[in-house]
Nanobody, 127 residues
Framework: QLQLVESGGGLVQPGGSLRLSCTTSGFTLDYFAIGWFRQAPGKEREGVSCISSNGETMNYADSVKGRFTISRDNSVNTVYLQINGLKPEDTAVYYC????????????????????WGQGTQVTVSS
């Protein structure tokens, strides 16, 4: 059974940092691009970052560039999202998702159709 489990969310003050983790089970990360998405109350889901299967391509939404960093460690089937300089508008449920992109080199992944999704982890930024 393919599963993705997010962790690392929590309540932080503005300006703080978090590292979110997305750990997969039931499949290896080879040939899967991984995306991070978020959804705030009353808003549509937003893609914030993604990383190609080989880790060479990373995409970021304009709203998070310079503050979010995505990385992956295929040896432990985990993708990370380092979030610095948190703002109240970053408050949302953060989800990771997997897209089988195959062995081809990709340059875009935020707008792909992701096949598998985690349950999400809550990030709340408040003083």
């Amino acid at each position: 059974q393919l599963q993705l489990v997010e962790s690392g969310g929590g309540l932080v003050q503005p300006g703080g940092s978090l590292r979110l983790s997305c750990t997969t089970s039931g499949f290896t990360l080879d040939y899967f691009a991984i995306g991070w998405f978020r959804q705030a109350p009353g808003k549509e889901r937003e893609g914030v970052s993604c990383i190609s299967s080989n880790g060479e391509t990373m995409n970021y939404a304009d709203s998070v560039k310079g503050r979010f960093t995505i990385s992956r460690d295929n040896s432990v089937n985990t993708v990370y999202l380092q979030i610095n300089g948190l703002k109240p508008e970053d408050t949302a449920v953060y989800y990771c998702a997997a897209w089988w992109s195959g062995p081809a080199v990709i340059t875009r992944c935020l707008d792909a159709e992701y096949d598998y999704w985690g349950q999400g982890t809550q990030v709340t930024v408040s003083s």
